[in-house]
Nanobody, 123 residues
Framework: VQLQASGGGLVQAGESLRLSCAAS????????MGWFRQAPGKEREFVAG????????FYSDSTKGRFTISRDNAQNTVYLQMNSLKSEDTAVYYC?????????????????WGRGTQVTVSS
């Protein structure tokens, strides 16, 4: 099982980034997918999630309206489009696979985790 996140980088406040997460080694289309982040000294938190077929999405209050999660089951890839970035979005971003297929906020249902990609937003 492998989840490879990419697309992170250094941007200025107000700019955009698009993260990608390529999955392999499991049946991607049966899993919900989520993005989480962890800033220095803080706990890992839920950012966005998407159900197995893309029909349902979830967002944290801090990212709703600015971030968009999507998936391409043919490419085994999940995306996170991040717009209007703020300095408080600075963190390592992780993608993860939810065996319940929901992509919900509960971190305990996520079986597989990627290594993360750094996003730094300068103000």
């Amino acid at each position: 099982v492998q989840l490879q996140a990419s697309g992170g980088g250094l941007v200025q406040a107000g700019e955009s980034l698009r993260l990608s997460c390529a999955a392999s080694g499991f049946t991607f289309s049966k899993y919900g997918m989520g993005w989480f982040r962890q800033a220095p000294g803080k706990e890992r938190e839920f950012v966005a999630g998407i159900s197995w077929n893309g029909g349902t999405t979830f967002y944290s209050d801090s990212t709703k309206g600015r971030f968009t999660i999507s998936r391409d089951n043919a490419q085994n890839t999940v995306y996170l489009q991040m717009n209007s970035l703020k300095s408080e979005d600075t963190a390592v971003y992780y993608c993860a696979a939810d065996h319940l297929g929901l992509g919900h906020t509960n971190m305990r249902t996520y079986d597989h985790w990627g290594r993360g990609t750094q996003v730094t937003v300068s103000s």
